[in-house]
Antibody, heavy 116, light 113 residues
Framework: EVQLVETGGGLIQPGGSLRLSCAAS????????MAWVRQAPGKGLQWVSV???????YYTDSVKGRFTISRDNSENTLHLQMNSLRAEDTAVYYC??????????WGQGTLVTVSS | DIVMTQSPDSLAVSLGERATINCKSS????????????LAWYQQKPGQPPKLLIY???TRESGVPDRFSGSGSGTDFTLTISSLQAEDVAVYYC?????????FGQGTKVEIK
């Protein structure tokens, strides 16, 4: 059974850094396309970033240069390093497995709150 | 970026009646190489992550009831719930995966009238 579990969220001050993790089971992260999708409170879904099985990465414009997606194949885990956090980064962050472009498995999400 | 625009933002439908949600992309998401539309639909209930319903614009994900159907091509797509059930109350999102920068529609909230 495919399972994704996100950790690492919390309250952080503007300008701070946070690292999210997504532990996967039931499949191999390194052989998959993996993504982060976020949802601000009461708002819709926003695609954030993807890492392809070959290592290529893409980011939405608003996080480019501040966020870094990576994976640890030995731990079968996806990460999102978030730097220079802003209030508008406040959201629930979901990790998802991408299968030919569609997200067929999702974690339960981890809440990131950026506030002083 | 490809902008996805859904309509309406919300709709109320009586139990057993049809619900129709539209999604328009700012550019075609039809691939000329395989003639597939890179368009998916998701359902999200409160407090839950999204759930994949439809991919390739019209292919139902395994386990999704057949009252859910998708149609359309190019830039215009539709998700139809043929006979609304109480458990279908949710927000529905379209998503394109034609571009490396994936994007979602803003969501459509479906309620019971």
């Amino acid at each position: 059974e495919v399972q994704l579990v996100e950790t690492g969220g919390g309250l952080i001050q503007p300008g701070g850094s946070l690292r999210l993790s997504c532990a996967a089971s039931g499949f191999t992260v390194g052989s998959s396309y993996m993504a982060w999708v976020r949802q601000a409170p009461g708002k819709g879904l926003q695609w954030v970033s993807v890492i392809y099985s070959g290592g290529t990465t893409y980011y939405t414009d608003s996080v480019k240069g501040r966020f870094t997606i990576s994976r640890d194949n030995s731990e079968n885990t996806l990460h999102l390093q978030m730097n220079s956090l802003r209030a508008e980064d406040t959201a629930v962050y979901y990790c998802a497995r991408e299968t030919i472009g569609r997200y067929d498995s999702w974690g339960q999400g981890t809440l990131v709150t950026v506030s002083s | 970026d490809i902008v996805m625009t859904q309509s309406p933002d919300s709709l109320a439908v009586s139990l057993g009646e049809r619900a129709t949600i539209n999604c328009k992309s700012s550019q075609s998401v039809l691939s000329s190489s395989n003639n597939k539309n890179y368009l998916a639909w998701y359902q999200q209930k409160p407090g839950q992550p999204p759930k994949l319903l439809i991919y390739w614009s019209s292919t139902r994900e395994s386990g999704v009831p057949d009252r859910f159907s998708g149609s359309g091509s190019g830039t215009d797509f539709t998700l139809t719930i043929s006979s609304l059930q109480a458990e279908d109350v949710a927000v529905y999102y379209c998503q394109q995966h034609y571009s490396s920068l994936r994007t979602f529609g803003q969501g459509t909230k479906v309620e019971i009238k």
